[in-house]
């Protein structure tokens, strides 16, 4: 028998590999843990269609599982597309604390678009977007014009 509890906390704590402070469970992305007979199921959403982490997220789930000795297999769900508003609110003071600017306008892209952003490390939304892209496609690139650090922010999809 499958303790479903014990294998959905282990999947959750699996770590984002591009952001490694965030966990499957703090980014929303850990849908659901079922049992199929002697098997856990887990189901994962990616954060966007093109996710280059989608496959290494998966991968290291199922490993952990397995090294915790639940046979396990990973089901990807498309539907409902993820948005950042699952990301939980630990998730993201994680992002915050890490100089991240957390998503902001709930449910709504702002991609393109003149959000104000408040920079992680002082606060201040005196800020400027550089670049829409940042270190990873879901990310945009800012800098502060107060403490004049540079940050990402994680684009509200």
Same mark, same amino acid.
């Given at each position: 028998?499958?303790?479903?509890?014990?294998?959905?906390?282990?999947?959750?704590?699996?770590?984002?590999?591009?952001?490694?402070?965030?966990?499957?469970?703090?980014?929303?992305?850990?849908?659901?843990?079922?049992?199929?007979?002697?098997?856990?199921?887990?189901?994962?959403?990616?954060?966007?269609?093109?996710? %280059?982490?989608?496959?290494?997220?998966?991968?290291?789930?199922?490993?952990?599982?397995?090294?915790?000795?639940?046979?396990?297999?990973?089901?990807?769900?498309?539907?409902?597309?993820?948005?950042?508003?699952?990301?939980?609110?630990?998730?993201?003071?994680?992002?915050?604390?890490?100089?991240?600017?957390?998503?902001?306008?709930?449910?709504?892209?702002?991609?393109?678009?003149?959000?104000?952003?408040?920079? %992680?490390?002082?606060?201040?939304?005196?800020?400027?977007?550089?670049?829409?892209?940042?270190?990873?496609?879901?990310?945009?690139?800012?800098?502060?014009?107060?403490?004049?650090?540079?940050?990402?922010?994680?684009?509200?999809?």
């Amino acid at each position: 028998m499958i303790d479903l509890d014990r294998a959905a906390e282990i999947a959750g704590a699996v770590p984002d590999p591009e952001i490694p402070v965030v966990t499957v469970a703090d980014l929303g992305i850990l849908r659901d843990v079922v049992a199929d007979g002697d098997i856990a199921v887990v189901r994962l959403s990616p954060t966007y269609s093109g996710c %280059p982490a989608v496959l290494a997220i998966e991968l290291a789930v199922e490993a952990s599982l397995r090294d915790a000795g639940i046979p396990a297999r990973i089901e990807r769900v498309m539907a409902p597309a993820w948005t950042t508003d699952w990301i939980t609110a630990g998730g993201r003071e994680k992002l915050r604390a890490y100089g991240i600017a957390p998503p902001v306008g709930g449910g709504k892209a702002v991609l393109f678009a003149a959000a104000a952003v408040a920079c %992680p490390r002082c606060g201040s939304k005196a800020t400027d977007r550089v670049s829409e892209f940042g270190s990873t496609p879901c990310k945009a690139h800012y800098c502060c014009r107060d403490c004049r650090e540079p940050f990402d922010h994680f684009k509200c999809i």
